[in-house]
């Protein structure tokens, strides 16, 4: 996945999918544009928002650097 390769509407969409399929558990990964400041990152707030608009809530948020420094988190989302 590029940096936000995928739009809020499409993770929300692959979300709803997983719902419907009767899923337990959805787990995104989200990344994160290097910044050399304290930010809000917006783009990981819409696409936490869209998922949890289609029936899930997150359960677990883990965040680490990769091996280039750029910032992902892992976010597990159960069903509601």
Do not use: Q
Not at 35 to 64: C, L, M, N, Q, Y
């Amino acid at each position: 996945m590029g940096l936000f390769k995928n739009s809020a509407a499409d993770l929300g969409a692959m979300a709803a999918e997983a719902h419907a399929a009767g899923r337990a558990r959805f787990v995104a990964r989200l990344i994160a544009l290097s910044s050399t400041k304290d930010d809000a990152i917006d783009p990981w707030a819409e696409r936490i928002e869209a998922i949890e608009a289609v029936g899930w809530r997150v359960e677990h948020f883990s965040v680490a650097a990769n091996d280039k420094g750029i910032v992902e988190a892992y976010v597990l989302f159960a069903r509601v």
